[in-house]
């Protein structure tokens, strides 16, 4: 009995020995729990201070290349093609004869209805002599001038269809692309496609500017363009259109009127920069980097790191000056602003400032 109750009471001190370890153990591993919590909470971010600065107002604005002139060119008439005096690549000038057509039969309806004309124009003046002496009716030198009439309609339109044999180009420009060769049938309806022409003597390049850019700017202003393969040429452009009405992300589509040079170095499809060059000189003002809003500029919104805590704040952006957005309302000299890791934060999350 003696030595049963021993048993028990080592069994006891035993659990109750284990029960205190497996205590200590969660309260240790509760206060490692707790300061990695702490680090984890802290979100890694970079910032910069806010300062007002001497700022030019000169910004740029990016597109592509677009020809001022460009066209598919379709038969008019429908026939077999016989030759095709261009190439792609080729360039073009307006009326130079690029392909040919069948025109046996056309020649053919031409030189007849030619002799009809002469025909009926003989049988007018006799009819005209005649009448003067009373030989014919008025009403039949009014039939006869009206055969001449429809005579010289018909060759005249003979004329045109021999001529439509010879086709030619409408504008100058490159053949950009070529849809037929020898033996091609054309097609009158629907018309059969014959070539891409190109107009790149001039190119237009349009643009984006926001609400407070498109202000200074109207048509027939001088801008400096350049093009991301000749960075160290600049093209003389002039806007042509400055739009009435921004777009669906509210801002104004400019296009500018740019002349190519000898070589035709501008290509239609160009990444293409306008330097647009304020009137005002350059000012005092408050910026900020423009990454350092909340989603975008529109959004008004800017993370404030202070005592390492982020606080969103709610300002009034003014102008964009490329990299940089002018601060109107609701920031102070000095304040420090941050620039990367918003996508992380809330209001008033710690945040741990990577220098």
């Given at each position: 009995?003696?030595?049963?109750?021993?048993?028990?009471?080592?069994?006891?001190?035993?659990?109750?020995?284990?029960?205190?370890?497996?205590?200590?153990?969660?309260?240790?591993?509760?206060?490692?729990?707790?300061?990695?919590?702490?680090?984890?909470?802290?979100?890694?971010?970079?910032?910069?201070?806010?300062?007002?600065?001497?700022?030019?107002?000169?910004?740029?604005?990016?597109?592509?290349?677009?020809?001022?002139?460009?066209?598919?060119?379709?038969?008019?008439?429908?026939?077999?093609?016989?030759?095709?005096?261009?190439?792609?690549?080729?360039?073009?000038?307006?009326?130079?004869?690029?392909?040919?057509?069948?025109?046996?039969?056309?020649?053919?309806?031409?030189?007849?209805?030619?002799?009809?004309?002469?025909?009926a124009k003989s049988d007018y003046s006799r009819y005209e002599n005649a009448f003067k002496t009373g030989g014919v009716t008025k009403q039949q030198l009014d039939q006869a001038k009206l055969a001449l009439t429809n005579a010289h309609s018909n060759y005249t339109e003979a004329k045109i269809n021999v001529g439509d044999t010879r086709v030619k180009a409408p504008i100058n420009g490159f053949i950009n692309k070529k849809y037929i060769e020898?033996?091609?049938?054309?097609?009158?309806?629907?018309?059969?496609?014959?070539?891409?022409?190109?107009?790149?003597?001039?190119?237009?390049?349009?643009?984006?500017?926001?609400?407070?850019?498109?202000?200074?700017?109207?048509?027939?202003?001088?801008?400096?363009?350049?093009?991301?393969?000749?960075?160290?040429?600049?093209?003389?452009?002039?806007?042509?259109?400055?739009?009435?009405?921004?777009?669906?992300?509210?801002?104004?589509?400019?296009?500018?009127?740019?002349?190519?040079?000898?070589?035709?170095?501008?290509?239609?499809?160009?990444?293409?920069?306008?330097?647009?060059?304020?009137?005002?000189?350059?000012?005092?003002?408050?910026?900020?980097?423009?990454?350092?809003?909340?989603?975008?500029?529109?959004?008004?919104?800017?993370?404030?790191?202070?005592?390492?805590?982020?606080?969103?704040?709610?300002?009034?952006?003014?102008?964009?000056?490329?990299?940089?957005?002018?601060?109107?309302?609701?920031?102070?000299?000095?304040?420090?602003?941050?620039?990367?890791?918003?996508?992380?934060?809330?209001?008033?999350?710690?945040?741990?400032?990577?220098?």
């Amino acid at each position: 009995m003696k030595k049963t109750i021993i048993t028990i009471v080592i069994i006891i001190a035993a659990l109750a020995l284990i029960g205190f370890v497996l205590n200590n153990n969660k309260k240790e591993n509760k206060a490692k729990t707790d300061i990695v919590a702490e680090k984890n909470a802290a979100v890694s971010v970079k910032v910069t201070p806010v300062k007002t600065e001497e700022v030019s107002l000169d910004f740029v604005a990016n597109g592509n290349f677009q020809p001022t002139q460009e066209l598919t060119f379709s038969a008019e008439k429908s026939g077999k093609v016989i030759s095709v005096l261009a190439k792609e690549g080729d360039y073009v000038r307006v009326g130079q004869t690029l392909l040919t057509v069948r025109g046996d039969v056309i020649n053919v309806n031409a030189q007849t209805a030619e002799a009809a004309y002469l025909n009926a124009k003989s049988d007018y003046s006799r009819y005209e002599n005649a009448f003067k002496t009373g030989g014919v009716t008025k009403q039949q030198l009014d039939q006869a001038k009206l055969a001449l009439t429809n005579a010289h309609s018909n060759y005249t339109e003979a004329k045109i269809n021999v001529g439509d044999t010879r086709v030619k180009a409408p504008i100058n420009g490159f053949i950009n692309k070529k849809y037929i060769e020898p033996g091609s049938i054309l097609a009158g309806m629907p018309a059969t496609a014959l070539f891409d022409i190109v107009n790149v003597s001039k190119l237009k390049l349009t643009v984006t500017v926001n609400e407070n850019q498109v202000a200074s700017l109207k048509n027939g202003d001088n801008v400096n363009v350049t093009a991301s393969v000749y960075p160290d040429k600049t093209f003389s452009g002039k806007i042509t259109f400055v739009a009435a009405k921004a777009d669906a992300s509210l801002n104004f589509p400019v296009e500018i009127e740019i002349a190519n040079n000898s070589n035709n170095d501008l290509k239609a499809g160009m990444y293409g920069t306008a330097n647009f060059a304020s009137k005002q000189q350059k000012q005092h003002l408050m910026v900020v980097p423009r990454n350092a809003f909340v989603g975008s500029v529109s959004s008004n919104e800017i993370f404030v790191a202070h005592n390492g805590i982020a606080k969103l704040r709610k300002v009034t952006a003014g102008r964009i000056l490329g990299d940089q957005v002018e601060i109107i309302n609701g920031l102070s000299d000095g304040e420090t602003v941050i620039t990367t890791g918003q996508i992380n934060l809330q209001d008033g999350n710690t945040v741990e400032i990577i220098k």
